[in-house]
């Protein structure tokens, strides 16, 4: 059932994308599709608020892709595969709500991948490994790895640990700015909740959060005027939001806002 692939639920304000295929979570079309389907239903739900992504168990968050699949098929459903992948990781980045990966196990290749697509990455301590070894098999990060990780640590870094194909713990992807916080193992999922709430109403303007995403995530892959004007353009759009009213008449009167996210 394509459906068991990628587990969905809401919980608070928050949907909970659960990648599910034993033992390592590894992706197929069939995956991505179901992935793809949870991230537009998530967008598309008023209710939802932040989109919170984990592996299923607690050994992998996500070993990339079936490898078996892509030994068995043409070099053209390879390339669409990878269309595909990259398609649906287009649209988790683009989506204007906060994406959090939570990497609850071993978190390599393609499932390095997937991860570097969410806006911020927790990973549970000393549970797993990261790192894209493709090279090991011949080929490249080919799901936006190459891009997203020079992005994210640099061009040099990004090279040497392609180029390499080390796998480094999560500490040390912290150290680089990969992972944005380590919780405790036992109640990892209590602590990465906790921490998604912090983002969603009454607290936060989850709308501005959602826009100060867009203007990021977009702004960085245009010239800097034209960035400037997609700014003043979704600044707009606040500007008109009840969020925005709240807080400003909120600071006013020196109250606490309560935010409604729209």
Known sequence: NIEDLVLYKVVDGIAVLELNDPPANTYTYEMM???????????????????????????FFSAGANIKMLASVTPRFKYFFCLHANETL??????????????????????ME???????????????????????????????????????????????????GRTFSFEEALEMGLISHIFNQDNFMDEVMAYARQFLPPNKASFAVGRIKRSVQSGMEIPFESALCLERELQQQLFCSADAAEGLQAYVNKKTANFKGA
């Open 114 to 164: 997937i991860a570097m697509a969410a806006d911020i990455r927790v990973a549970r301590a000393d549970a797993g490994k990261i790192g894209l070894p493709e090279v090991n098999l011949g080929v490249l990060p080919g799901t936006g790895g190459t891009q997203r990780l020079c992005r994210l640590v640099g061009k040099s870094q990004s090279i040497e640990l392609m180029a390499t």
């Open 90 to 111: 287009n649209r988790l980045e683009q989506t204007p709500k906060l994406v959090i990966a939570a990497l609850n196990g071993h978190c390599v290749g393609g499932g």
């Open 33 to 59: 599709t179901r992935l793809d389907q949870c991230i537009l239903q998530a967008r598309m739900d008023e209710n939802v608020h932040v989109i919170l992504l984990t592996g299923h168990g607690d050994k």
